[in-house]
Nanobody, 125 residues
Framework: QVQLVESGGGLVQAGGSLRLSCAAS????????MGWFRQAPGKEREFVAA????????YYADSVKGGYTISRDNAKNTMYLHMDRLKPEDTAVYYC??????????????????WGQGTQVTVSS
């Protein structure tokens, strides 16, 4: 059974940092693109960042460019999202996702086949 499990969320003050992790099990994703999405209350799930199979190319939503860094460790089947200079509008449930066959970094939600359960990030002002 394929599982993606996020961790690292929590409460942080504006301007602070957090690092999210996404541990995959049940299959290897070393040839698959992976990504992060988020969903705030009352809003649709939106793209945050994506990384290609090798970790060599990444792609960010404009709203997080310069503040977030996505990375992965294929040996550990794990992906990360380092978030700096957090703002209250970054408050959301953050989800990690993985594709089945796509290897390039994609921001399209429908490209992703596997999803984690989400981790809450709350940024206080």
């Amino acid at each position: 059974q394929v599982q993606l499990v996020e961790s690292g969320g929590g409460l942080v003050q504006a301007g602070g940092s957090l690092r999210l992790s996404c541990a995959a099990s049940g299959r290897t994703f070393s040839r698959s693109a992976m990504g992060w999405f988020r969903q705030a209350p009352g809003k649709e799930r939106e793209f945050v960042a994506a990384i290609d199979w090798s970790g060599g190319r990444s792609y960010y939503a404009d709203s997080v460019k310069g503040g977030y860094t996505i990375s992965r460790d294929n040996a550990k089947n794990t992906m990360y999202l380092h978030m700096d200079r957090l703002k209250p509008e970054d408050t959301a449930v953050y989800y990690c996702a993985a594709t089945r066959t796509i290897s390039y970094a994609t921001g399209r939600l429908s490209d992703y086949d596997y999803w984690g359960q989400g981790t809450q990030v709350t940024v206080s002002s």
